[in-house]
């Protein structure tokens, strides 16, 4: 990239904004997404071979990060999982679940 810049906050947001937005996208280097589901409803992937490399500790540490120098979130975090993420508390992120009851005719 080879940019001179004074960091005035955004050269690193614009590293943060970058970084977050990849975590939606298949790596590459690790081969699998981290991520899935529509847009504002994105939840992660239950995937043995990302929590084992360490991924899911890493995209923690990329978001703590990112919020301390004043840049993005997760864009569309499930609220529910968001809330545990924040709190670590089953129980608070319980009252944003919803959960919807189809019937079927016989």
Known sequence: ???????????T??????????LFEIDDFVGFFLFTGERRHYVP???LDATISGCFLIVGKLLAHSILHGGPWI????????????TGSVAESENFVEVEVSQTLN
């Open 75 to 86: 864009p569309g975090l499930v609220p529910a999982i968001a809330k545990y993420l924040m």
């Open 1 to 11: 990239m080879n940019e001179i810049a004074a960091d005035a906050r955004e050269p």
């Open 13 to 22: 947001k614009e590293f943060f904004q970058i970084a977050v937005e990849s």
């Open 45 to 47: 992937l239950c995937n």
